[in-house]
C-alpha cells in the first residue's frame, strides 16, 4: 500500500482525534461541575468558601487533581480565591485561603 502526500496511514484518523478530544472537553466540564458543587456544600453550611483541604475530603480527589481543576476554573474566570476567618479544631479563628464561584457582576473580591 502506498501513501502518497495528504492521505494519512490511518482512515478517518482526524475524526477519532475529534472524538477523543470531546471526550476530554467532556470530562474537564464534569470534573470543574463535581468541584463547583462541592465549594457550594461548604458556602451552604456557612463558610465563605471552601478550602483544598475541605474539597479534597468531600470529593476524594488527589491534591494534584484538586489543584489543577482549580487552576483551570481560576483561568476561566469561572471561580474565586478568596482569604476568610475559619475556625479550627480548639475553636479559635484561622486566616485560610478558600475558592467559591465568582459573584457575578464582581471584579475583585469583595472581601
Same mark, same amino acid.
Given at each position: ?32 461541575? &463535581?468541584?463547583?458543587?462541592? *465549594? ?5 453550611? %456557612?463558610?465563605?468558601?471552601? +478550602?483544598?483541604? /475541605?474539597? !479534597? ?22 471561580? &474565586?480565591?478568596?482569604?476568610? *476567618? ?5 475553636? %479559635?479563628?484561622?486566616?485560610? +485561603?478558600?475558592? /467559591?464561584? !465568582? ?9
Amino acid at each position: 500500500m502506498s501513501v502518497t502526500s495528504g492521505e494519512g496511514v490511518f482512515p478517518n484518523q482526524g475524526e477519532r482525534d475529534a472524538e477523543k478530544a470531546a471526550k476530554v472537553r467532556e470530562k474537564l466540564a464534569a470534573e470543574g461541575e &463535581e468541584l463547583r458543587r462541592g *465549594m457550594d456544600a461548604e458556602v451552604a453550611n %456557612g463558610d465563605a468558601a471552601a +478550602t483544598k483541604n /475541605r474539597l !479534597r475530603e468531600i470529593l476524594g480527589w488527589q491534591a494534584k487533581r484538586v489543584t489543577d481543576v482549580i487552576d483551570r476554573l481560576l483561568c476561566d474566570r469561572t471561580v &474565586e480565591e478568596i482569604k476568610f *476567618m475559619k475556625t479550627v479544631g480548639n475553636g %479559635g479563628q484561622r486566616e485560610v +485561603t478558600g475558592y /467559591r464561584r !465568582r459573584v457575578e457582576g464582581a471584579l475583585f473580591s469583595t472581601e
